[in-house]
C-alpha cells in the first residue's frame, strides 16, 4: 500500500552542521510531497512542498527535491541553526485525495 | 500563529468524564479535519469535514464524536475514554481538501 518511510531519529547535530533527513515513499500514480515542521508545543507547519518530478521545494534554506526514480524526497539544509530544533514530517498527497504521513523525525541542534 | 485555534490545550480525564475538545479557524477555510499523535507512530487521520459535511471517518472508536456546526469551527465529543487514548490531537484546516494544512496547536489528552 501507500506509505512514507523516514530516517527514525532523533537526530543530534551541532549547529552550522549539515542537515540531511532522508525520506522515501510508496504510492501508486504521481503524489505531491510535502515537508511539515513541528516546533515544540505546537502543531504542524507547512515547511515546503514539491508537485511533480524534479522539483524542488525552498523554504527557511531547507531545500528537497521530488527524485520519482529513487521515489525519495530527502530534506537538507547546509548550516543548521539552533533555532531549527523540531519534529520533521514527510507526507505525501495521493491523486484521490488521500494524505499520509511518516511517523516524523526530531532534530536536535546543539550550540 | 497559524489562524487555528485549539482549546484547551491540556486535558486530564477520567474514563467515565465526557468531554469536549474545540477548534475554530477563522482562514475562511473550507476543510477541517482531527488528528491524533501518538509517539513513534505516524499523524492517524480521524475524522474530515468539507462544507460541514463529514467526507470521512478512520474507523474511529465510537468514543470520539466530531461534531461540525459551522465551517469555522469543529469539536470532538469525548466519553468513556481508554487510557490508550492519550495523545496529542490536533486540529487543522485547509482551503479544499487536502491542499496546504493549517494545523492548530494541539490538545494534550491524558486519560487516566
Known amino acids: 500500500g501507500d506509505s512514507v518511510t523516514q530516517m527514525e531519529g532523533p537526530v543530534t547535530l551541532s549547529e552550522e552542521a549539515f542537515l540531511t533527513i532522508n525520506c522515501t515513499y510508496t504510492?501508486?500514480?504521481?503524489?505531491?510531497l510535502f515537508w511539515y515542521v513541528q516546533y515544540p508545543g505546537e502543531g504542524l507547519q507547512l515547511l515546503l512542498k514539491?508537485?511533480?518530478?524534479?522539483d524542488k521545494g525552498s523554504n527557511k534554506g531547507f531545500e528537497a527535491t521530488y527524485r520519482k526514480e529513487t521515489t525519495s524526497f530527502h530534506l537538507e539544509k547546509g548550516s543548521v541553526q539552533v533555532s531549527d530544533s523540531a519534529v520533521y514530517f514527510c507526507?505525501?498527497?495521493?491523486?484521490?485525495?488521500?494524505?499520509?504521513f511518516g511517523k516524523g523525525t526530531r532534530l536536535h541542534i546543539l550550540p | 500563529e497559524t489562524g487555528v485555534t485549539q482549546t484547551p490545550r491540556h486535558l486530564v480525564m477520567g474514563m467515565t468524564n465526557k468531554k469536549s475538545l474545540k477548534c475554530e479557524q477563522h482562514?475562511?477555510?473550507?476543510?477541517m479535519y482531527w488528528y491524533k499523535q501518538s509517539a513513534k507512530k505516524p499523524l492517524e487521520l480521524m475524522f474530515v469535514y468539507n462544507f460541514k459535511e463529514q467526507t470521512e471517518n478512520n474507523s474511529v472508536p465510537s468514543r470520539f464524536s466530531p461534531e461540525c456546526p459551522n465551517s469555522s469551527h469543529l469539536f470532538l465529543h469525548l466519553h468513556t475514554l481508554q487510557p490508550e487514548d492519550s495523545a496529542l490531537y490536533l486540529c487543522a484546516s485547509s482551503q479544499n481538501l487536502y491542499e496546504k494544512l493549517f494545523f492548530g496547536s494541539g490538545t494534550q489528552l491524558s486519560v487516566l
Open positions: 482562514l475562511g477555510h473550507n476543510a
Open positions: 514539491a508537485t511533480k518530478a524534479d
Open positions: 507526507a505525501l498527497l495521493l491523486r484521490d485525495d488521500k494524505i499520509i
Open positions: 504510492a501508486t500514480g504521481y503524489p505531491s
